[in-house]
């Protein structure tokens, strides 16, 4: 037999030698006792490596504890004596044989007790107890600084072994090495806080799963989760995909946490919104990982489905795929997957327009954005008119093409931009052009079309328009009825606070003041908090839109537009929030 074999160079006079030795270097602490050891450690380790490869040989702890009675004396009295855990060496073959005594699934009273006293051992190596004060002194090293640096030297010693590669597929008589995996995890549930460990934790989730023996413990998983997501544990983008994999709800979790921080924050901040987005890790491992993109995105669907008015969850998307699609971009393009695997429900040429590079409003110069968007809504109308047209569930084709033009929603904010005319007097684009704009921006903030819901509102639309141009662009004191009637309108649509402030930021008439007047009215009509509070939140996300796109804008007219901002920000929130406290 192999174990045999194995066995044959441990002979009953070469084991009584060294279990002498190892007895004289622990009970004596002279220094002719230390100069012996040192002498010895190039042999000893010897020593330990045959004894590794007959405990890797053996199929079972219990088995190797019967060929080898002596191996668990040997290796706890070599646990204390300095000389030996003074060696990088010696230390190593020390814990590989310990590791190898393990047993994942402990089958009789003899491996429980073993592993017991195993994990007793290893945490003497990393705890500050009376028993292991003599050792850390003769090292020289206070507690703390020897329990670190203990920690890390265990700590790669465990990661090369964690990165080995599984056994079982060489030589399927052996023991394998993946057997160890569930325990170490397990083990390491209570170090992963400890950012010394971090090198473990990443190679057991990185730990390619070619063995059904290599699962990693469930309790390691949860408490990988719950320490990365409340900032405990730093991991990298591949450890962070890795984690993901090994567990849905720790994704779904992770997104999760994005959406709460995102959606409880006092104001809107676009740059404070792509920090947090960033910093959790899943746009750029969404780019290499396209199950894990695909995963997140039904998250934002599913939570869209729910909070469909709210606004700040709709910039939170919009955030998170332009960080997606920066971070796809930075790859490999030999590497890099088509944008068609991520988005596979819409239509290529809708995709292209909206999301591929050089589509994005900040990549596409300014001269040309009228004919982008008059291309842009063109599509989307025949998209969803294929759609509505078709017997099998036309809405979920619909949504999944209104979800995509949010994704991509910077179009959305030019479009309402673009509806602002050049002069006071003046059409800011010819008749079917604003027609298509208004389109766009109807079906945007009203895609469902029962009972042509959606075409009376575009008809709607193009009436209130007139008369919103006629208001803010008419005399400084405007018709009370008329006023009125805007005022109503804006009870009850986000499209026509869109269309208001977009007026009262870009028109170059002097008239975010009647904008203003309009908020008052709208805020004296509105009883409830909850409405005043989604005036404001609303209000909030369009003119952090506005500010962004007028940063990358080096037109004459930024200047004016930075100024009005500053404005209408200040006097809406200082309103609006003595409304809502009120």
């Keep these: 037999m192999a174990s045999c074999d194995m066995l044959e160079p441990l002979s009953k006079p ?7 030795k190892v007895s004289e270097w622990g009970e004596a602490s002279s220094p002719s006792a230390q100069l012996d050891a040192c002498r010895h450690l190039e042999k000893l380790r010897d020593f330990l490596q045959e004894v590794l490869g007959a405990l890797q040989q053996a199929r079972s702890a219990a088995e190797a504890l019967a060929s080898l009675p002596f191996v668990g004396q040997l290796l706890g009295r070599l646990c204390w004596i300095q000389c030996v855990t003074a060696d990088e060496g010696s230390v190593a073959l020390v814990l590989q044989c310990l590791w190898s005594l393990f047993s994942p699934s402990p089958q009789t009273a003899i491996e429980l007790k073993a592993n017991e006293w195993i994990q007793k051992t290893m945490c003497h190596l990393v ?27 265990m700590v790669s010693l465990l990661t090369e072994d964690v990165n080995r590669g599984c056994s079982s597929l060489k030589n399927p008589s052996e023991r394998c090495q993946c057997d160890g995996m569930h325990s170490l995890s397990l083990t390491c549930v209570s170090l992963v806080t400890r950012p010394e460990a971090a090198p473990l934790i990443g190679a057991l ?3 390619p799963v070619t063995c059904d023996r290599a699962q990693l413990s469930e309790e390691f998983v949860e408490a990988v989760c719950t320490s990365f997501l409340n900032k405990k544990l730093h991991l990298d983008v591949q450890s962070a995909v890795a984690l993901w994999c090994h567990s849905l ?12 921080c995102a959606l409880s924050g006092p104001r809107v901040d ?27 995105n039904d998250v934002f669907r599913s939570t869209l489905l729910e909070m469909e008015e709210n606004s700040v969850l709709r910039m ?7 960080c997606f699609l920066k971070a796809l971009a930075a790859q490999d393009p030999e590497e890099r997957l088509s944008l068609k695997n991520f988005f596979p429900l819409v239509p290529l040429s809708l995709l292209m327009s909206l999301l591929m590079p050089l589509t994005l409003p900040s ?31 036309p809405s979920g084709s619909v949504f999944e093409v209104w979800f995509l033009l949010l994704q991509g929603g910077g179009w959305v904010d030019v479009a309402a931009q673009l509806l602002v005319p050049a002069q006071p007097h003046a059409s800011s684009s010819s008749s079917s052009q604003q027609q298509a704009l208004l389109w766009l921006l109807t079906f945007f903030y009203h895609p469902t079309n029962r009972g042509h819901q959606r075409t009376q509102q575009w008809e709607h639309m193009q009436q209130f328009r007139g008369d919103l141009m006629s208001l803010c662009l008419g005399p400084e004191t405007p018709p009370p009825p008329l006023l009125q009637a805007v005022a109503k309108s804006l009870c009850s649509s986000r499209l026509v606070l869109c269309l208001l402030l977009n007026l009262a930021i870009f028109s170059p008439a002097p008239c975010h003041t009647a ?7 709208m805020s004296e009509k509105e009883e409830k908090v909850e409405e005043k509070e989604w005036l404001r939140r609303e209000a909030e996300c369009l003119l952090a839109a506005a500010a962004e796109r007028s940063q990358n804008s080096d037109t004459s007219a930024s200047a004016r537009v930075q100024a009005r901002l500053r404005t209408l920000d200040n006097t809406l929130w200082n309103a609006l929030c003595v409304c809502v406290c009120e």
């Design 14 to 20: 070469r084991v009584q030698f060294w279990m002498g």
């Design 127 to 153: 705890t500050d107890d009376e028993e292991g004060c003599s050792l850390k002194k003769c090292v020289g090293l206070p507690s703390k600084e020897y329990n670190v640096n203990s920690l890390k030297k």
């Design 205 to 207: 989730l990185r730990r």
């Design 249 to 260: 709800t720790s994704l779904e979790r992770a997104v999760l946490s994005l959406l709460r």
């Design 270 to 296: 676009l740059q404070r919104l792509d920090e947090q987005v960033n910093n959790s890790l899943l746009p750029e491992a969404c780019a290499q990982h396209c199950p894990v993109f695909l995963v997140v």
């Design 316 to 322: 939170l998307i919009q955030s998170f795929t332009h």
């Design 363 to 393: 990549e596409v110069p300014q001269e040309v954005w009228l004919e982008h968007l008059t291309g842009i809504s063109n599509r989307l109308q025949r998209a969803t008119a294929e759609a509505e047209d078709k017997d099998d569930e």
């Design 515 to 521: 904008a203003l007047q309009l908020i008052a009215k």
